[in-house]
């Protein structure tokens, strides 16, 4: 038998290396644009790798993917986050859980792991590496394959793809692998970025570049006036706003239409967990402990100054005014400022920043307890080109790593059952 695996990402590694650990009867070609293997897996987690999440908690987990999270239950079963931790360190590759709890290699050190996989592939004879060979078009035919690439003709018996989305198109996510499951008779879902910065319309945050609120709260309306909010760390930028909570709020408007003509609103409350009554009640003990103060200095006791300075303005307060001079409707003004929040305009997506696509392969038309095709049963898909995707903190990989483990596993029970 041959099998075919188009795209050397994280789900196509992990499809690779459970085929030669299941010792599967068959030759196994590993298809990937790039010259190198895992290029977009390395440089993750700014070159880190970001290879999974902490949290063990299945319901909170599945809370971190915006679409896909029921398919994912039986890959997840399978390969949980401390599956796949275990299976790393198992493999010599140690790995630290951070505060927040992202999951990394102790050497914080991205090409650790792909040199795992290389380690593990190169110990078949049966694995055939075409890096640096793109693959042009995949054609069916009484569920026997040909892929034609840059350079050559082949034919196949069995076909993963695992080319994963359209983002961070530099690593060589061109969204080809839409095509190829077109071309096999899947239906693609409508396809938008995630895990984004946004660039907005007001001049006072850029003015901020390079502050970082570690703990802010986006509040916002999706289709159907439904409110949403999210929390996280902001960072202010030359352009707009980043940071893990933007690119969570990125997730949610992954298909809505945001440009100069058609901004989308959303608040800004710089400290989540506050609300008018609390923010009142410190502005008021802040100003009674500190009245002979100017009101910048006082409440740059409990926010950033740079912050503040663009708030007083945002209130019409001087800056230099005593704090024993600040009249109650003053500190209502800044008070209500801070909750709900500032109203903050998104103009447009900051371009080629994307980390992951949302959308992907019609998730109804595969089987999510194998990763094979219902259309084809000799043809697998797993990782992003599904209609999967998650937040930041290691659960794109994690479902990566789970749906080609899931697939490989299968494909090996497949292989020695025919």
């Not at 793109?134 to 034919?155: C, G, L, Q, R, W």
């Not at 901004?263 to 009674?288: C, G, Q, R």
């Not at 900051?350 to 019609?362: H, P």
Request: net charge positive.
């Amino acid at each position: 038998m041959k099998i075919a695996i188009i795209g050397g990402g994280a789900a196509g590694l992990m499809v690779a290396s459970t085929l030669v650990e299941e010792k599967v009867n068959a030759e196994i070609y590993l298809f990937e644009k790039n010259d190198v293997l895992g290029k977009k897996v390395a440089i993750s987690g700014g070159g880190r790798c970001n290879v999974t999440t902490g949290i063990t908690d299945k319901k909170e987990l599945l809370s971190k993917y915006i679409r896909g999270s029921k398919f994912l239950i039986p890959a997840l079963s399978a390969f949980s986050p401390k599956d796949v931790m275990d299976w790393f360190q198992s493999h010599q590759v140690p790995l630290k859980i951070e505060q927040d709890l992202r999951v990394f290699p102790k050497s914080d050190i991205g090409e650790d792991v792909v040199n795992l996989f290389y380690k593990i592939l190169r110990t078949s004879q049966r694995v055939q590496l075409h890096t640096s060979e793109t693959v042009k078009a995949v054609s069916s035919f009484d569920n026997k394959f040909t892929i034609v690439t840059n350079k050559k003709e082949y034919d196949f018996d069995l076909v993963v793809i695992t080319s994963g989305g359209n983002a961070y198109k530099h690593t060589g996510s061109t969204g080809d692998g839409y095509d190829f499951a077109k071309a096999c008779g899947h239906t693609i879902t409508n396809l938008g970025p995630s895990l984004n910065s946004f660039e907005i319309k007001e001049e006072w945050v850029k003015r901020l570049s390079g502050l970082s609120f570690p703990d802010a709260k986006l509040i916002f309306i999706l289709d159907k006036d439904k409110k949403k909010e999210v929390q996280g760390p902001l960072l202010c930028t030359h352009f707009g706003i980043s940071g893990p909570v933007v690119f969570a709020l990125s997730a949610h408007l992954a298909f809505s239409t945001i440009s100069k003509l058609s901004p989308k609103k959303i608040k800004l409350n710089p400290l989540a967990i506050e609300h008018f009554d609390s923010y009142d009640k410190k502005v008021m003990a802040l100003i009674s402990n500190n009245s002979a103060k100017q009101i910048l200095n006082t409440l740059s006791e409990l926010l950033p100054k740079s912050f503040v300075e663009e708030l007083l303005i945002m209130a019409n307060i001087p800056k230099d005014k005593k704090s024993a001079e600040v009249s109650k409707s003053e500190r209502n003004r800044i008070c209500n400022l801070l909750s709900p929040g500032i109203e903050l305009a998104l103009i447009s997506r900051r371009k080629g920043d994307e980390f992951v696509t949302a959308g992907g392969v019609e998730l109804a038309e595969v089987n999510n307890k194998t990763m094979q095709s219902k259309l084809n049963p000799n043809l697998y898909l797993a990782g992003e080109v599904l209609d999967i995707d998650g937040l930041t903190g290691g659960f794109n990989l994690q479902s990566a790593w789970a749906t080609g483990r899931l697939a490989g596993i299968n494909i090996a029970k497949m292989v020695r059952y025919n």
